[in-house]
Nanobody
Framework: QLQLVESGGGLVQPGGSLRLSCAPS????????IGWFRQAPGKDREGVSC????????EYADSVKGRFAISRDNAKNTVYLQMNNLAPEDTAVYYC??????????????????WGQGTQVTVSS
């Protein structure tokens, strides 16, 4: 089955950091832009960040700019989301998704065709 697998979620105190990883199962990330989304209870899925398949100009939601950083290691077939200075409002299930190859309209779930199952991030003292 062709899907993505997220890892790295967990419980962290406010101000702490986590690094999420996204790796494919059954395919490579070549030619795919990779997006990160999150969904908190009772809320819509929100686009957080996206990186084009060649790397370079990443996109970020305003709510995470300056705190989150997306990167990819195509040799390792993995995309990362470094999350710093986490706040309780960052609590959500985080999903990665493959689409692209660019990040145009990265906040729209419909432009991404392959998704992971999600990893829970909880920010709480």
């Amino acid at each position: 089955q062709l899907q993505l697998v997220e890892s790295g979620g967990g419980l962290v105190q406010p101000g702490g950091s986590l690094r999420l990883s996204c790796a494919p199962s059954g395919f490579t990330l070549d030619h795919y832009a990779i997006g990160w989304f999150r969904q908190a209870p009772g809320k819509d899925r929100e686009g957080v960040s996206c990186i084009p398949w060649r790397g370079g100009s990443a996109e970020y939601a305003d709510s995470v700019k300056g705190r989150f950083a997306i990167s990819r290691d195509n040799a390792k077939n993995t995309v990362y989301l470094q999350m710093n200075n986490l706040a309780p409002e960052d609590t959500a299930v985080y999903y990665c998704a493959a689409g692209g190859p660019l990040c145009t309209h990265f906040h729209e779930t419909s432009v991404f065709g392959r998704w992971g199952q999600g990893t829970q991030v909880t920010v709480s003292s």
